[in-house]
């Protein structure tokens, strides 16, 4: 990363993950055509993709975004012959646990050593209650070993800890168990997987705090246009922010309530943020974000935007870095077992960068000041690294950012769009 530079133009970064995700487990289930545009290609929703081909359904594409899946039907899925190796995506294992305890099949479900060394139980535990037969390590961590039961029924849960992916492994079980499951969150999350089972026809009913179904029911194919990431934005959103002389139009970007926290905390510690065209595709809304440099403050971010923020950290952590004052965080530690544990990695970035950051159980403390060069590990995790590239904007210095591969697991094309917009920025095998 060459320091300095500033970020202009209009920009459309790559599709939501996490919708990605949702669209082709649910396109696998229904019955139908169901074509999708604006698929993320990147490898973790590809896992997701792979995982299902090889349980037999027939899925053309990813090509520019577009894919097209011939659903087997709920109960049309086979067995694979051999593991399903879902690499780095702890979001297509939690997910995938729920949607295939109830098959009439045996399966392993394992990935790489930083995807089998996340937690998994705050997944199996409930599964089980469902009446699931899942075994994990002594740990609690993957390969997961799913063999078939006779029936799930269906649960009332009360999540312990806010967790969108727990709460869509559990619905998904519950499409195939006896009943209705109901999953109550402690603070809101991200709500993709109500959604879009409305899309495919199938009733969700949603009461409060609590998302509620009843198994034994289809889905209907349909057709899917998949906003852009705004957990990709936040990057942007924040490099802007950060630099004077910028301004970025980043356009079809996903808004949904449960996901804008980035906007929400970046607006109050003085970012101008516009919201324009607002709109609804297929359930999710979506607008345009145009974002220019400010004068940003330290704040104390409110716990209750935790949630709806939860992916977009490592990026806001730059921001306080470049704030003036001392920003505090507090209530997130279920950023310590992420792809990494993105509080301790950031701050120790930081700290390599100059910046005084302190750690606590559940959050950091971040004094804002000058950003010096230096090399800063990523420890594999793409939202690290690019959260990093951001800095640099800011540096008075180079800045070198180790074991960036797994960049493409959430933003395939960051160094070329990131380059596009005015970013310093080379990566030598980068494609």
């Not at 289930?29 to 037999?56: C, N, V, Y």
């Not at 995790?381 to 990093?388: K, L, P, Q, V």
């Amino acid at each position: 990363m060459r320091p300095g530079g500033k970020l202009r133009g209009h920009l459309r970064v790559p599709g939501d993950k996490s919708i990605s995700h949702r669209a082709i487990m649910l396109g696998s289930l229904a019955k139908g055509l169901t074509r999708i545009s604006g698929f993320l290609e990147g490898t973790d929703s590809l896992a997701t993709l792979h995982a299902l081909r090889r349980m037999g359904v027939v899925i053309e594409g990813p090509d520019a975004g577009r894919v097209s899946i011939r659903g087997v039907g709920m109960n049309g899925l086979r067995a694979p012959e051999l593991p399903l190796d879902l690499g780095n995506s702890g979001t297509s294992m939690r997910l995938l646990s729920g949607l295939l305890a109830g098959q009439r099949f045996p399966v392993t479900l394992t990935g790489d050593a930083s995807l089998c060394g996340r937690p998994m139980r705050r997944v199996t535990r409930p599964l089980t209650e469902m009446g699931a037969d899942i075994q994990g390590t002594q740990a609690g961590t993957a390969p997961l070993h799913i063999r078939p039961v006779e029936r799930l029924r269906g649960l009332t849960y009360r999540m312990p800890v806010a967790s969108a992916q727990v709460k869509s492994s559990l619905l998904l079980a519950g499409l195939f168990a006896e009943g209705e499951t109901c999953v109550t969150e402690p603070a809101p999350t991200r709500d993709h997987t109500e959604r879009m089972l409305a899309g495919f026809g199938y009733q969700v009913r949603r009461e409060g705090a609590s998302a509620c179904l009843t198994g034994g029911g289809e889905l209907r194919a349909c057709a899917l246009d998949i906003p852009a990431d705004i957990s990709s934005a936040a990057f942007f959103l924040v490099g802007a922010s950060i630099t004077p002389g910028s301004e970025l139009l980043l356009e079809h970007v996903g808004i949904n309530p449960t996901r804008i926290g980035v906007i929400n905390i970046l607006r109050e510690m003085g970012a101008r943020i516009e919201v324009l065209n607002p709109r609804d595709v297929g359930g999710e809304p979506v607008a345009d974000l145009r974002v220019g440099s400010a004068r940003l403050r330290g704040i104390r971010i409110p716990e209750k935007q935790v949630p709806l923020a939860i992916d977009e950290f490592p990026a806001l952590f730059v921001a306080a870095a470049c704030a003036e004052g001392e920003t505090r965080l507090t209530g997130a530690a279920e950023l310590r077992v992420k792809e990494s544990d993105r509080i301790q990695v950031m701050a120790d970035g930081l700290a390599t960068l100059g910046v005084k950051a302190q750690t606590t159980p559940d959050g950091i403390i971040i004094q804002g000041g000058p950003i010096q060069g230096g090399h800063v590990e990523s420890h594999g995790d793409h939202r690290i690294a690019m959260a990093f590239a951001m800095a640099a904007l800011r540096a008075q210095g180079k800045i070198v950012i180790n074991d960036c591969a797994n960049v493409n697991t959430s933003f395939p094309g960051f160094v070329s769009l990131a380059s596009q917009a005015g970013l310093g920025i080379s990566a030598p095998e980068a494609t």
